[in-house]
C-alpha cells in the first residue's frame, strides 16, 4: 500500500492521499490538527472502503493490469 503525502505550508494544509484507491484523502489535517483520518489497518482488511475522502483520480476503479499511459 502506498501513501502519497501533498501539503501547502503556508497555509497549513497536509494531506495523504493512497494511489492504490483511486487518489483516495486517508487523512486530513489542517494547522496542526486532525481533519480526520482513516484508520491504515482497515485499508487492508477489506477489498472495499466506505470512508476517507475519495477523489477518484485518474479513475474510480483499477485499470487493465493496473497500468496507465
Known sequence: MRFLEI????????ATI???YGGMVAE???NGRDVF???????SAAPMLAGGMP???PFASRTENDTYT
Do not use: H, S
Open 37 to 43: 483520518r482513516l484508520d491504515r489497518d482497515l485499508l
Open 7 to 14: 501539503g501547502d505550508a503556508p497555509q497549513g494544509l497536509r
Open 55 to 57: 477523489v477518484l483520480f
Open 28 to 30: 486530513l489535517r489542517i
Open 18 to 20: 493512497t494511489p492504490d
